[in-house]
């Protein structure tokens, strides 16, 4: 493993890597993050009014119509503000140090995407059992002209996820641990267990949380090799777009989905069933990148 690139990431934390620092900054950014969220939740009701708010809510709570996936998808943007306030006051780093140098950034998110788009391209193209093969959901108009407003959105909620586990407490353990055994594995364990979720997943809680946890790994990996957050969030952000844009688990995060599959998260079986192939996908996707980018 070649991993010489991260230290365009990790150097800027070496000054402040003590444990107590990164705990005290996970402590200040959470309840930042709630406060801004909490302003975000309160102020919604009045831009939209109350007659159309209570309306709105079902819709917004299950995200299952394209309102309710941006609202949502948009918290996230508060979360990107939460993290700046909290790196330069405990930590006196900027938000870009997170990123690693912006312009090969840019140039690798580039590539990195060009890549999933190729590979998401054949995937399509291979048929699916009729038991699991999405239906149409939401009409092709409605969709495009959400598309470019849900995009921003989608790109705001993995750039922030990518910035507190890739760019933050992965650069921030590098520089306290030398072993990735550290620094790979325990911030992919805490993106993994945030996606824990018995209310909505039922049965399949572990199952998504086990995913998670690889995709947390390759993303982890893709940082560490190549330097910045750009792979990774290319590789973060096709994924999601496929599950949020185009194909959605039925009444689960579908209100801006092309097509539903016809079934939901806390379906055992199914989810079972799909699982390998998310994970074939996720693999070749990681690999992809790398190929792309020559590491």
Do not use: K
């Not at 209570?54 to 299952?64: D, H, K, L, N």
């Not at 938000?95 to 140098?101: F, Q």
């Amino acid at each position: 493993m070649r991993y010489d690139a991260h230290e365009w990431l990790v150097a800027p934390a070496r000054t402040t890597a003590t444990l107590p620092r990164l705990v005290g900054g996970i402590a200040l950014l959470v309840p930042l993050f709630l406060a801004l969220s909490f302003g975000y939740a309160s102020i919604l009701p009045i831009i939209f009014g109350p007659d159309a708010w209570a309306r709105m809510s079902p819709g917004i709570s299950a995200a299952t119509t394209p309102a309710g996936v941006l609202i949502n998808l948009l918290t996230f943007a508060f979360l990107i503000v939460a993290l700046d306030m909290t790196v330069r006051i405990v930590h006196r780093r900027s938000l870009a140090s997170l990123i690693g140098p912006l312009p090969l950034a840019v140039r690798q998110f580039g590539r990195a995407l060009a890549a999933m788009l190729l590979l998401y391209a054949v995937v399509m193209l291979i048929p699916m059992p009729e038991a699991v093969a999405p239906l149409p959901n939401l009409d092709a108009g409605t969709w495009m002209l959400f598309l470019l407003p849900a995009l921003f959105a989608l790109f705001c909620q993995v750039f922030a996820e990518e910035l507190i586990f890739r760019g933050y407490l992965q650069s921030q353990l590098a520089a306290r641990f030398a072993s990735p055994l550290i620094w790979l594995v325990l911030p992919s364990a805490a993106f993994a267990l945030l996606h824990f979720d018995a209310m909505s997943y039922g049965g399949t809680a572990w199952i998504v949380v086990l995913w998670a946890g690889a995709f947390g790994l390759a993303a982890a990996d893709l940082t560490a090799r190549f330097g910045t957050l750009g792979p990774a969030t290319a590789l973060h952000f096709i994924n999601n777009f496929s599950a949020i844009l185009i194909a959605a688990p039925e009444g689960q995060f579908d209100g801006m989905a092309l097509y539903a599959y016809p079934f939901a998260m806390d379906d055992t079986a199914m989810i079972l069933t799909m699982m390998p192939v998310d994970l074939m996908v996720l693999i070749c996707g990681w690999l992809a990148i790398r190929l792309a980018l020559r590491g």
